[in-house]
C-alpha cells in the first residue's frame, strides 16, 4: 500500500528483509532468535546508504563496504 506521497508502507520495505533474516536463522539451524524488525530497519538503512554514497561517487567500492556490512552483521545477527 502507498502513502499519499508514493511511499510505500514502512512493513513493505522491512517486512521482505525481516523474512530473510529470519529464514538466514532457520537455514543456520538456529532459533528464531528476536525479533526481526529492527535489525531488517538497520540493514535496510545500510545498503541504501551503500547504494547512494557509490551513485554520488563512482569511485566508492560498495563491494568492499557490503562485504564490511556482512562482517558487522553475521555476529550480531547469527551468533
Known sequence: MLLEHG??????RWGPLAEI???????RGLGP????????IIVGGAIDGIVDERLHDPGYDAE????????????????
Not at 533474516?21 to 537455514?27: D, K, N, T
Not at 532468535?33 to 531488517?40: I, K, L, N
Request: hydrophobic residues 45%.
Open 7 to 12: 511511499r510505500p508502507e514502512p512493513e513493505a
Open 21 to 27: 533474516l529470519h529464514g538466514a536463522r532457520e537455514a
Open 33 to 40: 532468535g528476536p525479533d526481526t524488525r529492527t535489525p531488517a
Open 64 to 79: 568492499a563496504a557490503a562485504g564490511s556490512l556482512v562482517a558487522m552483521l553475521e555476529p550480531a545477527l547469527f551468533a
